[in-house]
C-alpha cells in the first residue's frame, strides 16, 4: 500500500535486475567526477540511463532535496520521455544533456537557464519549435538535432548549420530584452513567426531577404516603429 515514486512505475513494473541497474546507476551519479569547460572546473555526477524504457525524466534528479543538483550531465538516449521537468532549471552545474531518440516535441523555456550547458543532443524526437530561451545558452558548443522536422528556426537557417541556429536564438532573445530584430541579408524565405512572440518589440529589419508576405496582425502591432 505504500506510494513509491524512486524507481518510478516504467522501473517498478520491469523485472527486478532492472531494478538493480537503475538504482546502482543512480548512486554512480552521487559520486564526483571532474570537467574542464573553458578554463572552469566542474565538479559533479555523471547519470547515464539509457535504454531503460522510462517514460519521465527520473523523478530523483530534481525533487526536493535532491542529491544529484551538482550532475555535470545526463544521457537518457534512447528512452520514450516526452518532456523535461520546469526545474531542469536547478541543475546549474550540468554541461550536457543528450535526450537523443526520445519523444520530445517540445522543449521547456527553463532550459535557457541551464547557463552551464555545453552540449544538448535531441537527435532523433519530434521537435517542431526550439524556444528563443535555448539562445541565452552563450556556452553552448554543440547543438545535435538531426531527425527532427523543426519549422523554428526557418529551414534556411537550420540548413546553415548549428552555428547559425544558435546565432537565430540568441538573437531573437537578446531582442526580447531590447525589442529590436534585426535580419538583415539572412536569405529568409518566410517571415520568421517567433517575432511575435517578442514583447513591446520596436525595430525590426528583415531587408535583403526574399520574404514574399508579412502577416497582417503582425503589420497591425502598434509598438513597432520602424519596419524595413
Given at each position: ?33 571532474q570537467c574542464f569547460l573553458s578554463d572552469y572546473l566542474y565538479v559533479g555526477g555523471i547519470l547515464h540511463l539509457n535504454k531503460f524504457g522510462l517514460s519521465v525524466f527520473p523523478p530523483e534528479v530534481v525533487s526536493a532535496g535532491s542529491d544529484y543538483l551538482d ?158
Amino acid at each position: 500500500g505504500n506510494i513509491v515514486w524512486s524507481p518510478p512505475k516504467d522501473i517498478t513494473s520491469q523485472p527486478f535486475p532492472v531494478w538493480f541497474d537503475y538504482l546502482h546507476q543512480l548512486s554512480l551519479a552521487r559520486l564526483p567526477q571532474q570537467c574542464f569547460l573553458s578554463d572552469y572546473l566542474y565538479v559533479g555526477g555523471i547519470l547515464h540511463l539509457n535504454k531503460f524504457g522510462l517514460s519521465v525524466f527520473p523523478p530523483e534528479v530534481v525533487s526536493a532535496g535532491s542529491d544529484y543538483l551538482d550532475l555535470i550531465e545526463i544521457n537518457l538516449d534512447y528512452n520514450l520521455i516526452s518532456a523535461l521537468p520546469r526545474d531542469v532549471s536547478k541543475l546549474s552545474n550540468l554541461t550536457v544533456l543528450s535526450m537523443r531518440e526520445n519523444r520530445f516535441r517540445t522543449l521547456p523555456k527553463t532550459l535557457g537557464k541551464c547557463y552551464s550547458l555545453s552540449e544538448i543532443n535531441f537527435e532523433n524526437n519530434l521537435l517542431t519549435f526550439l524556444p528563443l530561451d535555448i539562445g541565452n545558452l552563450t556556452g553552448l558548443k554543440k547543438l545535435k538535432l538531426d531527425g527532427n522536422n523543426l519549422t523554428h528556426p526557418p529551414l534556411e537557417i537550420v540548413k546553415l548549420g548549428i552555428p547559425a541556429m544558435i546565432r537565430f536564438l540568441k538573437l531573437f532573445a537578446e531582442a526580447s530584452s531590447n525589442g529590436e530584430v534585426a535580419m538583415s541579408g539572412c536569405d529568409l524565405k518566410s517571415f520568421p513567426l517567433a517575432i511575435a512572440d517578442v514583447e513591446d518589440i520596436k525595430i525590426v529589419d528583415l531587408s535583403h531577404n526574399y520574404i514574399g508576405r508579412i502577416p497582417a496582425e503582425f503589420l497591425a502591432c502598434k509598438t513597432i516603429v520602424q519596419l524595413d
